[in-house]
Structures are given as C-alpha cells and as structure tokens.
C-alpha cells in the first residue's frame, strides 16, 4: 500500500512539472506572438528556414551565435547601415530564432550544409559572410567545401581552434541525452532559458553596459528560446554535448579568402588570447580589436563595427 502510495506521489509530481512547463512555453508564446515579425521562409529539406533580407548591391550573409535564444535579432544594429551598400540576408539557423526546431541531433555538418544550401537557393550567388562565435567555424568549413561561395569573411571572437577540436566525450553525451529527458530535462531548460538567467548571463558575459539589456531584448532572447515548445531545447542539448564542434585548423590553414577577425577586448566567454590560436594557423588574418565590447561589439559599438565591415568587404 505504501508503495503504491509513493508511486502515486511521484506520478503526481511528474505531472505536475510537465503541466508546468506546458504552462511556462504556452505563456511565453501568447507574449512573443506579440512582438515577432516574419519576414521570408526558405523550405530547407530539414525543416523551414526564417531569413530576412533588406537593401541592394553585393549579398553579404550574417550568422548569428549559437547562445541559447540567439536569433538573427543579433543583427538589428547592423542591418539598416550594411543594406546601404550590400543586400543583407540575415538568417536564423536551423533550431535557432522563428525557424523550424525538429527533434534531431544539431551538428556543424549540418550547419555547414544549410549555409551553402542558402548561398545556393537563395541568394543563388557568391556572397560576404560574416559569422559571430561557434558560426564562425560553420562559415570556415563552408567555404572549405565550396570555396567559390563565399568572397570574404569576417568573423566575432570565433570559438577557439583547439576547443572546436575537442569532439563529443562520454560525459558530455549524457549531458546531451540528459537535458533531452522529457520531464527534468525540459525542467532544466526552463531555468536556462529564463528571463532571470538571460539577463544574468547577458551581464556577466555579453555585454559591458547594462543599459543595453533592456525589456524587450529580454522579451525576445526568452521568446525565441520557447517559439517551438519543449523542442526548443535540443540545439541547447547538442551544443553542450559538443555535437556543434569540427576541427577547422587544416581548412582555415588552407583558405584563400580573405578574413577579418573581430574582438570584443573585455569579453570573458570566448577571451581575447584565443585570438592567438587563429592567428598562428593563418598569419595573413586581419584583426580589430573593441575596446568598449565583451561578446557583442557588433550591438555595443555598432556604428564602428559597420564601418569596420563595410571598408574591409568593398576595399
């Protein structure tokens, strides 16, 4: 009878953060639905792709990170002055932003496959690229595969050569199939994708003013985080796992595109001394760095970081 009793309680208990959860991805929506815009749908053979696009001239693609909630959002400050001079696609990956977040196993193949897929179909021509963080490593090999796609490249503080080297470990696959689990790992979710932990995380990795993370940022990081449901959850899952990782050195080594890497001085989730690691693989690289940005120098000195991109693509 005890136990009978026990594994009642423990049912109820189950059910109760289930319906939570529910709760918290169906009231997040009704609030997002609010504030989101679509704008363009590129029918990509593992789900919808979400992209916008704006201005004339050249086409020049921009990648956002692959940070929980990241979306082609990332790119608002950037967007009305490159489209000046280039026509932008800004697109949000696969699992990421407004588009499709299907139940599968996130890797850098599959993102490479995406980004040339989209050059091909859609913007159906050889294109700039600029790719922030782990996405960096996605555009390298992209343009590794199909080097007549991509013109020149720059890249935000891309995640260190030898940590993109390291791939998916025991430890780290249960850590994966863990926050996959369809009770405790939505519940873990949950807690990383808050409002309360996105701004945590926003002030203590990404920006260096606290006036940039207003309301609405906050708004859209957790709306775009819960836009899916509890599938939402699985590019975080891969991503941890270290499914999103690919070794790039022989392919940057190797790479005739000109690059331009870009650094956030103060910024402590991927530090500057990683710059060095890209630097002795390719000598040739270009670099600025931001005096006043942690991870983000394109939102928090956006005008120079614009004429920093517009002068190194059209010279």
């Known amino acids: 009878m005890k136990n009978k009793k026990k594994l009642l309680n423990f049912a109820m208990i189950l059910l109760s953060i289930q319906l939570l959860n529910q709760l918290i991805f169906l009231t997040s929506k009704l609030k997002f639905n609010k504030i989101k815009k679509s704008y363009h749908w590129y029918p990509w053979k593992f789900g919808k792709i979400h992209y916008r696009v704006q201005g004339s001239g050249p086409p020049l693609l921009l990648i956002h990170s692959t940070g929980n909630g990241a979306s082609s959002c990332e790119w608002r400050k950037n967007i009305p002055y490159l489209s000046k001079n280039f026509r932008v696609y800004a697109i949000d990956l696969l699992g990421y932003g407004l588009s499709a977040k299907p139940k599968l196993t996130y890797t850098a193949f599959l993102y490479v ?11 159906k021509e ?55 689990l369809p009770f405790i790992g939505t519940s873990i979710y949950q807690m990383i994708s808050s409002k309360l932990y996105t701004y945590y995380f926003m002030q203590k990795y990404l920006y260096n003013s606290k006036k940039l993370i207003s309301k609405d940022l906050i708004d859209t990081y957790h709306g775009m985080s819960h836009d899916k449901g509890p599938s939402s959850r699985y590019t975080l899952a891969s991503f941890i796992g270290g499914y999103m990782n690919i070794d790039v050195k022989k392919a940057f080594s190797k790479m005739k595109t000109d690059v331009l890497i870009l650094w956030g001085k ?35 000195e956006a005008l120079t970081f614009n004429q920093i991109c517009e002068t190194f693509l059209l010279k």
């Open 113 to 123: 496959q995406l980004i040339n897929d989209f050059i091909k179909d859609i913007i």
């Open 266 to 300: 103060d910024n402590t989730l991927v530090p500057l001394s990683l710059l060095e690691e890209w630097k002795k693989v390719k000598a040739s690289v270009s670099t600025y760095i931001f005096k006043n940005s942690k991870a983000m120098p394109h939102e928090e």
């Open 126 to 180: 050889p294109a700039y690229v600029i790719a922030n963080s782990q996405a960096a490593s996605f555009a390298i090999m992209s343009s590794s595969y199909n080097p007549s796609l991509i013109k020149k490249m720059i890249l935000i503080a891309p995640t260190g050569i030898n940590k993109l080297a390291s791939y998916p470990t025991q430890k780290s696959k249960l850590m994966k199939l863990f926050i996959e």
